[in-house]
T-cell receptor
């Protein structure tokens, strides 16, 4: 069964901390994505990557960065966590073309 | 830019009732359209998709038809079950340019026995 695995289900961090959210997929997909999900706003795209070492900004990249050193792993980095980054973070991957994504189960991050 | 508009929820239905969740979109090109479902405590799962005008996507009794003339992709099911209670997201993906999914805000469905 194909999988996208996010390293943590729940995370609590302090304001100002550097936070790493990890995502690994086992489907050899080229494309990987990070979204955040907030009530009433749906999913908003933070960053995405079409290849190793390649990244592109999504709709809300401010306060975030990403790393993709290997094809199967796409990391989201909060350089200095703030309370307005408290959210559910969802990672997804897909093959090339207009196919549906496979999502991970999400990481619920709380910044206090 | 691209956008997806869904009806606000929650939608509350009795078991075996007919379901419609409205979705309309704005896109510059010829997008593919998707419905995703999120069950409590889980990530999103692809429910169905349609890649061109007049295509009908279907899965698990759910259907949606890609209507280019009305820029709509409404989700329907003839008889809902309690197990269909979830949040449903409409989404689109352009065939050129960014090609990342743009999602609607989601519609929560609650089915009562």
């Amino acid at each position: 069964d194909v999988k996208v695995t996010q390293s943590s289900r729940y995370l609590v961090k302090r304001t100002g901390e550097k936070v790493f959210l990890e995502c690994v997929q086992d489907m050899d997909h080229e494309n990987m994505f990070w979204y955040r999900q907030d009530p009433g706003l749906g999913l908003r795209l933070i960053y995405f990557s079409y290849d190793v070492k390649m990244k592109e900004k999504g709709d809300i990249p401010e306060g975030y960065s990403v790393s993709r050193e290997k094809k199967e792993r796409f990391s989201l980095i909060l350089e200095s966590a703030s309370t307005n980054q408290t959210s559910m973070y969802l990672c997804a991957s897909s093959p090339p073309g207009t196919y549906g994504y496979t999502f991970g189960s999400g990481t619920r991050l709380t910044v206090v | 830019g691209d956008s997806v508009t869904q009806m606000e929820g929650p939608v509350t239905l009795s078991e075996e009732a007919f379901l419609t969740i409205n979705c309309t979109y704005t896109a510059t090109g010829y997008p593919s359209l998707f419905w995703y479902v999120q069950y409590p405590g889980e990530g999103l799962q692809l429910l169905l998709k349609a890649t061109k005008a007049d295509d009908k996507g279907s899965n698990k009794g759910f259907e949606a038809t890609y209507r280019k003339e009305t820029t709509s992709f409404h989700l329907e099911k003839g008889s809902v079950q309690v197990s269909d209670s979830a949040v449903y997201f409409c989404a689109l993906s352009e065939d050129t340019g960014r090609r990342a999914l743009t999602f609607g805000s989601g519609t929560r469905l609650q089915v009562q026995p």
